[in-house]
């Protein structure tokens, strides 16, 4: 019975963490995007040199984009992973409607 509990108190980690993971990856956009001097939604410009500050902020975005995932299919039926999951869905959709439409 205690491997059912700690499975269980597992996945509910795993779900919370998937709601850190999302806003992470969303404040992380920002903090890239602030950093771009072309603006939030728009290509880097290819004469301006890229900062190292601006590839540790895509990294984090990335890296907490794929954990957001990863938890939140891992913790599914949870509500913190399907708020993760759907915040993650919209707002990457939202991304790239600003940046395709740029």
Sequence with gaps: MQSLSSKRDLKNLAGWLALVCA???????????????????????????????FDIAVWWRNLSFLLTLILGFYSLPRWQSITALALTIVYAGYSYFLFASY
């Design 23 to 53: 806003t992470s990856s969303i404040l992380a956009e920002q903090v890239s995007g602030s950093l771009n001097p072309a603006g939030i939604h728009s290509p880097w410009p290819g004469v301006v040199p890229r900062p190292w500050s």
